[in-house]
């Protein structure tokens, strides 16, 4: 009987006139596709569509096409469902995937238009005006105390610790250990470059990014892996995470092969073995409990912003109202598509609703309750582009994540393969032939060229709209019209449908 | 000129109308000395910029001009008919001891078509209500006038401060000001207000001024951030029912000034708030505490798009402009008297010869204040 029913996705195709044998794909793929038995083959079955061999033969002879093999067509049968079966009729086990849900849901960013200017009031050049992004991350206080003393103004109130963004821009948490010690270099090094923060995921941060700690929130997830009482000191805030976009409700779990000297001793745990953060903190079993955690983590970095971060389940609003009143600073807010480096597909594909809609009933939620003041809204999972940035500002987000947009700046195919530890890329791997790879001040030359044109055109939005600091579209609804959305989705997202 | 009866104005409005923007002329005049001066003088200013105003809405705001009253609200209500009239009679009887009523005293003329019924009541909230609200006095008035507002069919209160009265219609300016026979007043701060409106027919209440207890905002601009000043007001329970521009304004200097007690100058910084380019370089460093701390609090309430108000209060008159003042607005001095307004040629119109005449900088309020008790 035959070992495997499934078939290949992709062709790979070798043109042998072009070729000159140099052998550079065989060292680049990570996945082992090539061979060299007097010229160069492939083994299509292990191809991911990651590109590295394309853009690195110097020859372009190599070409990668989508397996054309014919199925008989069933609109409810398609062929990744098949593949699915087949694959888990030969291998029990969860299906594992990488990166975020890939089922073609409707896409709410993709259904809100922006408004701009025209007569009644004018637009505003930013190249010409000043155009504000800075964003502060943290509690306020609902007003401010001002005394008039002889002609001046005394400030009574005291503003808390915030976070100081010269961009609504943040880098989300991807942990060392799923991704490579140099992608976090490169995180660390775009971050300060910014003026913005990196998030360091849950495996801990290693020493050699302590310098960066201006620029970088540490977080302390279910495994509490690389956390103590310095490495809670070495950021401007910590957070919590309760829930990740990309799997909402279960833990996570890095194989042991990732676990080498450098990720052993940066998470705490031993060579080897496999990191399990469990699906719940084991000491949050309750609102109440969070509190303690949150209170616990402000008492031992002199009262530091706290965030919480949790995924966009159905009941996100109450949920946020709680963690805002249980002391939290931030509430960070991770969609359905949020990326991971390893998920059981169920999961990230079926579990959870979008970041669209999440943020628009937590931004309400919190404004019914008077209470928006306290908490910052970082919105992530399924931010794209400069459009998505400025649409969920409108919807009320304080600053978003990218983490996937981060990668693909750094040369991520969205393969979907993190969690083979292949990854050709240099990203998501801990394998020393694959880890060199990415020059970290390359890596962050591109995050830095991104988030700056990002900038650009969030400021050409601003302009548009007539408005010159980002605090004029943040939560302004009223500037954003809806597109092909039925009635309940805008009455949930407060947007009136295009044309009214 | 809006040939709409009020009550299908008033419908149009509620039912159909988004956010209206608006383009106008102001002009404001105070005597900081509290001499009381005629209507005729805040009509003659605005009779000069005619062409700035479209004839779908005028109004005036006089400060001083009920001595007899001044210890009492004094409710200027519009209503569709005598149903609605009723109705919201009811209400006030049940909420407040109304000391006097009367209808407000008008001169028919053809200028202004299809008036409402229009009517004042001086007031003051019954004690047990108030006591029940766990309100103050203030409070309790402005959430009664919401509720009105949005609760009572074709019924519209347009003026609920003490010792002041806001007057206004569908026409031009200075048609607006003869109707309500506003020489027969005398005050000692006149705002007004000619309106042209971009995309819906006039409507009587959505005239300037507008007003909520003392405080009567003329404004000339559209408020691009609109949206998010509304929601931010909506935290603090105010609701923007008339879906304008000039009802937040009013509504954020309530706010700011009366609940949170920042000083007047320091609520216009939030309004009108300073670029970071300059609160950065800012050498004195509580100043610059202070603006940071403006920023961060008050970002919900920065009012970013083009303005030019002039606002009324208790305590006098003041004018400000956006922060990068995409709207004109001039300002004069003479003896005890402050002028403000959208062109030059509304003051000189009634003050030839200013000593001083100046165009104030972006964000930069001019502040009239009534000097001691009046």
């Not at chain 2, 002041?164 to 309500?180: S, T």
């Not at chain 2, 609109?226 to 603090?236: A, D, P, Q, S, V």
């Not at chain 2, 002028?339 to 009634?350: D, P």
Request: hydrophobic share 40%; charged share 25%; proline share 5%.
């Amino acid at each position: 009987m035959p070992g495997n029913l499934v078939t290949s996705e992709f062709l790979v195709n070798v043109d042998h006139e072009r070729c000159r044998r140099c052998k550079r794909c065989i060292l680049n793929c990570g996945f082992g596709v090539f061979d060299f038995q007097n010229m160069t083959t492939a083994d299509s079955s292990k191809c991911v569509a990651c590109h590295r061999c394309v853009v690195f033969c110097p020859e372009e002879a190599i070409t990668i096409t989508r397996n054309p093999l014919a199925f008989r067509e069933h609109s409810s049968w398609d062929v990744d469902k098949r593949k699915a079966i087949w694959k888990q009729a030969q291998n029990p086990g969860m299906i594992l995937t990488g990166m975020g849900n890939d089922l073609p849901w409707l896409n709410v960013f993709d259904h809100l238009l922006i408004d701009a200017c025209q007569v009644t009031n004018p637009s505003i050049d930013p190249l010409r005006e000043p155009m504000e992004l800075r964003t502060f991350l943290g509690r306020k206080p609902d007003s401010l105390k001002v005394e008039r003393s002889n002609g001046e103004f005394k400030l009574d109130t005291k503003v808390g610790n915030n976070i100081k963004l010269d961009i609504p821009i943040i880098f989300s948490g991807m942990s060392y250990g799923s991704v490579s010690l140099n992608t976090h270099r490169a995180l660390a090094i775009a971050a300060e470059e910014l003026g913005t923060v990196m998030n360091t995921g849950e495996g801990g941060l290693h020493r050699e990014l302590y310098p960066y700690r201006d620029h970088i929130i540490v977080q302390c997830a279910s495994g509490r892996f690389g956390v103590h009482s310095e490495y809670l000191n070495a950021g401007v805030a910590v957070e919590i995470k309760v829930g990740q976009g990309a799997k909402p409700g279960i833990g996570g779990h890095l194989p042991g092969e990732k676990i080498g000297r450098e990720v052993s001793s940066t998470r705490m745990i031993p060579q080897g073995t496999d990191a399990l953060s469990p699906a719940p903190h084991h000491d949050i079993y309750s609102i109440e409990d969070l509190r303690q955690l949150i209170y616990a983590l402000k008492e031992a970095t002199g009262y530091k912003p706290v965030s919480v971060k949790i995924a966009t389940v159905h009941n996100v609003a109450a949920i946020a109202s709680g963690i805002a009143r249980a002391g939290a600073d931030i509430i960070y807010l991770d969609g359905f598509r949020g990326g991971t480096g390893a998920a059981p597909a169920v999961i990230r594909d079926h579990v959870g609703i979008p970041l669209e809609i999440a943020l628009a009933v937590v931004d309400q939620q919190l404004r019914s309750e008077g209470i928006r003041n306290w908490v910052s809204i970082i919105a992530a999972g399924g931010i794209r582009s400069a459009a998505d940035v400025a649409k969920a500002i409108a919807l009320g987000a304080d600053a978003v994540g990218i983490g996937t947009a981060a990668l693909i700046a750094m040369g991520c195919r969205l393969c979907q393969k993190c969690y083979t530890g292949n990854c050709s890329w240099g990203i998501a791997t801990q394998k020393p032939e694959l880890t060199g790879r990415l020059d970290p001040d390359w890596g962050a030359e591109r995050l830095i060229n991104l988030v700056n044109s990002w900038s650009l055109e969030l400021k050409e939005v601003l302009g548009a709209l007539g408005v010159n600091a980002v605090e004029s579209l943040r939560g302004n609804r009223e500037r954003l019209r809806a597109l092909g959305l039925d009635q309940s989705t805008m009455d949930i997202l407060d947007v009136k449908p295009a044309g009214r | 000129m809006s040939k709409l009866a009020f009550g299908d104005q008033y419908r149009t409005w509620k039912v159909d109308t988004e956010k209206v923007p608006a383009a106008c002329g102001l002009s404001g005049v105070i005597s900081e000395d509290g001499n009381r001066m005629s209507g005729d003088i805040i009509i003659e200013s605005m009779r000069v910029i005619h062409d700035r105003g479209n004839g779908l809405g005028g109004g005036f705001a006089g400060y001083g001009i009920y001595p007899g009253d001044a210890d009492k609200y004094a409710m200027h209500i519009m209503f569709e008919d005598a149903a609605g009239k009723a109705a919201c009679e009811a209400m006030l009887e049940d909420e407040l001891e109304v000391a006097s009523s009367e209808e407000i005293p008008t001169a028919p003329s053809d200028a202004i078509v299809n008036p409402p019924l229009l009517w004042r009541y001086f007031v003051l909230p019954r004690g047990e209500k108030v006591k029940a609200s766990g309100l103050a006095d203030d409070d309790f008035m402005v959430r009664l006038v919401m509720r009105i507002n949005t609760t009572v069919p074709g019924t519209f209160v347009f003026s609920s401060g003490k010792n002041m009265g806001v007057f206004k219609a569908v026409g031009f300016a200075e048609d607006v000001g003869e109707f309500y026979r506003l020489a027969e007043y005398d005050a000692w701060t006149w705002i007004g207000h000619g309106r042209f409106p971009t995309n819906t027919p006039g409507w009587w209440g959505g005239a300037h001024p507008f007003n909520i207890l003392d405080w009567a905002v003329v404004h000339n601009g559209e408020i691009s951030s609109y949206g998010i000043n509304k929601r931010y007001l909506e935290m603090f329970g105010y609701e923007c029912a008339l879906l304008t521009d000039t009802e937040v304004m009013a509504y954020l200097f309530d706010l700011l000034i009366r609940k949170h007690e920042l000083p007047l100058e320091v609520a216009c910084k939030v309004i009108a708030a300073p670029f970071w380019k300059d609160i950065d370089v800012d050498k004195d460093a509580a100043e610059k505490e202070l603006y940071e701390s403006i920023r961060m609090v008050y970002s919900s309430a920065l009012v970013n798009g083009p303005f030019a108000v002039i606002v009324g209060y208790s305590g006098g008159m003041f004018g400000l402009n956006d922060r990068i003042k995409l709207r004109p607005l001039v300002a004069a001095t003479k003896d005890d008297r402050l002028y403000v307004s959208s062109e030059e040629s509304a003051i000189r119109q009634i003050c030839p010869k200013p000593e001083k005449i100046w165009a104030p900088n972006a964000g930069q309020p001019v502040i009239g204040q009534l000097k001691g008790d009046v």
